[in-house]
């Protein structure tokens, strides 16, 4: 078996919604990937993407995916946008994405790679992404791929929609883990998930 129905596989067995494990199959990690690294697009493990920056494992990026709960209909920020691999899964499952990237050369890259990709649902803005897109909010989901330390940006939280999902790298007493949050009509629930390793939110 290669890489790719290797990762495919281990993404079944993991019990992933169909249409994520469709996505994946779907999207072209290579062309979000350096030349040198396209060889390695379909290993299960984080690759970097330049600036000190790296994309996650693909089962990651898959699982988060999958815990937002994601409709064709919904609306979806995604916070530090790197490659834009994230943010192109994402856009497969909704019906939009504003993707934010700090550093400038790595957003109008993702840019690039998602035309190449053939994903024209997703815009891709340069700058900080804590604040989030109040022009756009509220969100459906959240999806943060860089580590904010004590809590989520309350920026974020607050532009997410009734209903809304959010997930992000939480680091608190020494540790890192995903934070799952959910709005409902009677305020916000935070669940602490998975232990997990991103680079910190600037
Ligand atoms: N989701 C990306 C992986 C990104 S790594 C992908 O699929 O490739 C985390 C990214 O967050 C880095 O590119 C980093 O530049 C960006 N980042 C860090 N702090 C940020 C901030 N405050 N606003 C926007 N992006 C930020």
């Known amino acids: 078996m290669n890489e790719r129905d290797q990762l495919l596989e281990g993404l079944r067995r993991r019990c992933l919604d169909e249409r994520v494990i469709a996505a994946v199959a779907e999207v072209p990690r290579e062309l979000f990937v350096a030349p040198a690294l396209q060889p390695?697009?379909?290993?299960?493990?984080?690759?970097?993407?330049?600036?000190g920056q790296t994309i996650s494992q693909p089962s990651l990026v898959a699982r988060m995916c999958d815990l937002l709960e994601l409709g064709d209909d919904d609306v979806v920020l995604d916070v530090g946008t790197g490659s834009g691999y994230h943010a192109a899964l994402l856009a497969r499952l909704s019906r939009h994405v504003y993707g934010v990237e700090l550093d400038e050369g790595l957003a109008a890259q993702a840019a690039r790679s998602l035309e190449l990709a053939g994903i024209d649902n997703v815009t891709v803005v340069a700058g900080d992404g804590s604040a989030g897109v109040p022009a756009h909010?509220?969100?459906?989901?959240?999806?943060?791929?860089?580590?904010?330390?004590?809590?989520v940006p309350a920026a974020l939280e607050r532009q997410l929609a009734i209903g809304g999902r959010l997930i992000a790298p939480v680091e608190r007493g020494g540790g890192e883990h995903l934070l799952f949050v959910r709005r409902t009509p009677d305020g916000l629930q935070?669940?602490?998930?998975?232990?997990?390793?991103?680079v910190p939110l600037r």
């Open 137 to 151: 909010a509220p969100f459906q989901a959240i999806n943060v791929a860089a580590t904010a330390t004590g809590e």
């Open 40 to 51: 390695f697009a379909y290993a299960d493990r984080p690759l970097p993407i330049g600036g």
């Open 190 to 198: 935070r669940t602490p998930l998975d232990a997990v390793r991103f």
